[in-house]
């Protein structure tokens, strides 16, 4: 067990022990366990959350993405626009689809560069999908002007940015569908695998629920099947953890912001460490802080690595090997330095709400007592 582990998952249930413990025998002794009432109470919530009209609970962020990209009619032939630097399941949900990855590379922030968007459109693109990685949305003002210039879908990736927002809109309701997972580790995470999708369009909303239940249409005690569906539905026992834990999500993003504070306060007198943007509340962004990444200069990476794993801090890299560079996904057409770059420095430090003031400080020191 490190001194800072890089999750704190067994702190956030015991916290809430008591009440989890609760709901689960009382949905287990009712047998509530699939399409209950508390799905819908869930869905309700988060759509509330996000500010948008729908929600529709899934059983993973990925398939919020594929089932989000084929409610907005991506599919055989289509290109998508999204960027390497990000979780293999946003590249694969696009190709899950039978359309086409179209990726781009990213800025300093992590985030797609959307000046290289516009070129990268063709008759046949159909969608962009913006991940707005580590709990920061990209720059949702020139994506939006694209969109609208260009006719085109826009499918949030929010898997990592519960409760940011941008210019007081919360990510997941900037497009047609905003997307999310509720896996364990995310910030607003279940006792298990978990999504939703939300979106303000009547339309997306019907057929999202029919394609996570094999396109049955349940009408007057009668089934009829739309289309081929899929199973992916979100389980009623983690919809009614979801709703307890959608309640103190405010709270964890406010405690992620306070620890990102410190970081940033704390590293700051090593100029081959860069830490990323501080959590002002000036201009645009509002970042929630799924993940603190500092980038390390060339080179010099791994040796922080093992500095910290030697001093007892347990540290992610994420991604050490750029989703192109995998030959068996067939992205290798593609040549994005800015990811390539990144895929070599960055380093994920602890960052979750029960992390303790003495536990930060710790990691404070222990990075900046490294010397290359
Ligand atoms: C976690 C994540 C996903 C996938 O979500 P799952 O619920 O694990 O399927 C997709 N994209 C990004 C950026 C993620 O971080």
Redesign the pocket.
Known sequence: MYKVPFVGLKNAFIDHGDEVIEIVERLLSQGELIMRDELEIFEKDAADYVNCGYGIGLN??????HLGLRACGVGEGDEVITVAH??V??IS?IVHCGASPVLVDICDDFNMDVSQVEKSITSRTKAIMP???NGRICDMDEIKRISQKFDLHIIE?A??AWGANYAGTKAGAFGSVG?F???P??TLGGFG???LAVTNDSNIDKNMRLYRDHGQVRRDGKIDIAFHGFNSRLDNIQAAVLSLRIKLLDSWVSRRREIASQYNEGISNNPIIKTPPPPTMDGPYFDSY?NYVIRVEEGKRDLLVDHLKRNDVEVLISWPIPAHFYESLGLSHFSLPMTEKASTEVISLPMYPELTDEQVNYVVDVVNEFKE
Request: charged share 15%.
């Open positions: 993973s962020g990925t398939d919020a993405l990000t979780f399941a946003s949900s991940v707005h990685l990736d898997c990592q997307c997972s509720t896996y580790m995310k695998d978990g999504g799924q």
